[in-house]
């Protein structure tokens, strides 16, 4: 069912006159917004992301990776369910993301986004000397 966007009265799917009142329901006024995640969602993107950072340089390299690119995931599937995101208006998305309202919904994933070669460059560099060192550490640490 969908509501005359008139007389606020419901009629069929289907039907594209309003039986009540006869004003014409125009698919778009009754289209249903694509639906955008709360800016919650954002937040743990941006909480996944810092979470894998930390993780990279004071704990596990490849803990820290796995955490960070759940959040990568999350954050990119919800820029992608954005309209303006494409590679031709990457600046108008951009734009848009960081107005006030945006920043916790679309700002943060952005950033996450937009960090992943830094990331990725960090969590390899953590993997081949932060790990070693770290596991060197641990051995020192059992055998003295
Ligand atoms: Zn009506």
Same mark, same amino acid.
């Given at each position: 069912?969908?509501? !005359?966007?008139?007389?606020?009265?419901?009629?069929?799917?289907?039907?594209?006159? !309003?039986?009540? !009142?006869?004003?014409? &329901?125009?698919?778009?006024?009754?289209?249903?917004?694509?639906?955008?995640?709360?800016?919650?969602?954002? =937040?743990?993107?941006?909480?996944?992301?810092?979470?894998?950072?930390?993780?990279?340089?004071? =704990?596990?390299?490849?803990?820290?990776?796995?955490?960070?690119?759940?959040?990568?995931?999350?954050?990119?599937?919800?820029?992608?369910?954005?309209?303006?995101?494409?590679?031709?208006?990457?600046?108008?998305?951009?734009?848009?993301?960081?107005?006030?309202?945006?920043?916790?919904?679309?700002?943060?994933?952005? &950033? =996450?986004?937009?960090?992943?070669?830094?990331? =990725?460059?960090?969590?390899?560099?953590?993997?081949?000397?932060?790990?070693?060192?770290?596991?060197?550490?641990?051995?020192?640490?059992?055998?003295?």
């Amino acid at each position: 069912m969908k509501k !005359c966007p008139k007389c606020g009265k419901e009629v069929m799917d289907n039907i594209n006159v !309003c039986t009540a !009142c006869g004003a014409k &329901i125009t698919e778009s006024k009754v289209k249903v917004e694509k639906k955008e995640a709360a800016p919650a969602y954002g =937040v743990i993107t941006g909480v996944l992301a810092i979470a894998g950072i930390y993780l990279i340089a004071n =704990v596990w390299s490849l803990l820290g990776a796995l955490v960070y690119f759940v959040g990568f995931g999350m954050a990119l599937s919800e820029i992608k369910r954005d309209k303006d995101f494409s590679d031709k208006n990457f600046g108008d998305f951009a734009k848009k993301s960081f107005k006030k309202q945006n920043i916790l919904k679309k700002g943060i994933p952005a &950033i =996450v986004v937009v960090i992943m070669p830094l990331v =990725v460059a960090y969590g390899i560099y953590g993997w081949i000397i932060l790990d070693s060192v770290r596991t060197a550490q641990h051995i020192t640490d059992l055998i003295m």
